[in-house]
């Protein structure tokens, strides 16, 4: 029974992705479920914000976790992924071939043939909410070998961000809580802003890392080893697919789904690290992560909020982070999302964090750094 | 300032781009597998380039946590 509740926690996001799908194929107002699912989510994680659990072992000291099936799931989200944008772009070919309304059957499931140009937005909106949200597994498998690396950037391809993979494991991890890791926020910048230069600031690091490691191997930088470029390439079938699609429309439906997907992505990345300074060359401890790890956190983004544990054991399966006492906002991603929406309001509940995060965790030489965080400001 | 010049060089080179793809008419023919993929390629290749025209003029300036470095 307890081997089942630890796995079937963590099916939250692929049912929610399969009921988006779903929304959208069934058309009319259903369209917008996954903007419905988005907004419920919020609630839910706001009423669970003072629950808190800690990893499951048994007496032994073993996971529950079933490695094989956590990882078929993981896998099945690259083809849930895929299917995601094929129905959008079913969508966007209805729109803009003018089909008529009609109402229709498929395996028994009902259908409206056409859609209108409102329920189209609640579409692209749809589709680029699931999309983001869905990055979850392009970051945990971006910390496997082989296919899982491979199926990471193709997930992430699927939102423009095939670069991601490089840039994560051996940028992000490696110099995290310092200027030299775009995904790090430093403090007194915004979501918005941070959600840019991190995207093209990850995009650079795999763009420089090429160009560097072809100079040596005395290779063109333009060739398929360029893996900068073949990431990008990876992108193409679903720009094929939105122009073929939707022509104009394809493209500014894409342009939409990428731009939430991205900023969803980034968001995380600016949650989980703002303002947490590291000395450069030191180890990244605990400390130079912000947890969120209340209960519906936790279950819907596979633990990726145990963001402390996470960094230093990076290569520990999802189910098996746990709670190492790193910094922690108390709240959830999704009501801390909220509230980087509005960056007076976050840097306003950050603020007492941060003066704690300075006064009882930081070495004396990040206490430093953070001081002229101060004096700039 | 490197922000903002990067900015508007990828904005001149999309807009050329855009307008280059328009006097092709691939507005009309994108349903034409050719055309799409075509189109495709020219839209992948434009976000290329804007990423490149963006790191190459910005180098780590806007990356830099003090800006008095």
């Not at chain 1, 259903?30 to 699912?37: K, M, N, P």
């Not at chain 1, 945990?140 to 990471?152: A, I, P």
């Not at chain 1, 939409?256 to 030191?282: D, T």
Request: aromatic letters at 18%.
């Amino acid at each position: 029974m307890k081997t089942f509740y630890v796995n079937a926690r963590y099916l939250i996001v692929p049912v929610m992705t399969i009921a988006t799908i779903l929304g959208i194929f069934i058309g009319n107002t259903f369209a917008w479920l996954g903007v419905i699912l988005f907004g419920a989510n919020t609630i839910i994680d706001t009423l669970t914000r003072g629950i808190h659990l800690r990893a499951d072992f048994d007496d032994n000291g073993n996971s529950f976790g079933i490695k094989r099936l956590q990882y078929a799931v993981m896998y099945f989200m690259l083809p849930a992924f895929i299917f995601l944008q094929v129905i959008l772009a079913w969508r966007l070919y209805q729109y803009t071939a003018f089909i008529p309304f009609n109402d229709f059957s498929f395996f028994g499931i009902p259908y409206q043939d056409g859609i209108t140009g409102f329920n189209l937005i609640g579409s692209v909106l749809s589709a680029g909410l699931w999309a983001g949200l869905g990055i979850i597994y392009g970051h945990e498998l971006s910390h496997n070998r082989k296919e899982g690396f491979l199926t990471s950037r193709l997930i992430m391809a699927l939102s423009g961000a095939s670069h991601f993979t490089y840039a994560h494991v051996y940028n992000h991890h490696l110099d995290l809580g310092h200027e030299d890791d775009p995904a790090t926020a430093p403090r007194g910048r915004n979501v918005y802003t941070h959600a840019w230069l991190s995207h093209a600031g990850q995009s650079q690091y795999s763009y420089n890392l090429e160009k560097e490691k072809l100079l040596r191997q005395r290779k063109s930088f333009f060739s398929l080893s360029n893996k900068w470029i073949l990431g990008y390439l990876y992108s193409l079938p679903s720009i094929f697919l939105f122009v073929w699609a939707g022509g104009f429309f394809g493209v500014l439906s894409l342009i939409v789904v990428w731009s939430i997907s991205n900023f969803l992505l980034e968001a995380l990345n600016f949650m989980g690290h703002y303002g947490l300074i590291r000395e450069k060359g030191k180890p990244v401890e605990h400390r130079h992560s912000w947890d969120n790890d209340n209960l519906f956190t936790s279950w819907f983004f596979i633990e990726i909020g145990r963001q402390g544990d996470h960094h230093v054991r990076g290569e520990t399966y999802f189910w098996e982070l746990d709670d190492v006492d790193a910094p922690n906002y108390g709240i959830g991603y999704f009501s801390l999302f909220v509230l980087t929406l509005i960056p007076s309001l976050f840097r306003k509940f950050t603020q007492n964090l941060l003066d704690d995060w300075d006064r009882n965790k930081a070495t004396s030489a990040e206490r430093k750094i953070a001081n002229q965080f101060s004096n700039f400001s | 300032m490197k922000n903002i010049q990067a900015i508007f060089i990828m904005f001149i080179w999309t807009a050329f781009s855009i307008l280059l793809l328009y006097l092709l008419e691939a507005h009309i023919y994108y349903r034409e597998v050719v055309w799409a993929i075509c189109i495709a390629a020219a839209l992948l290749f434009v976000h290329m380039v804007n990423m490149a025209i963006y790191f190459n003029i910005t180098g780590k300036e806007p990356y830099k946590w003090f800006k008095s470095q």
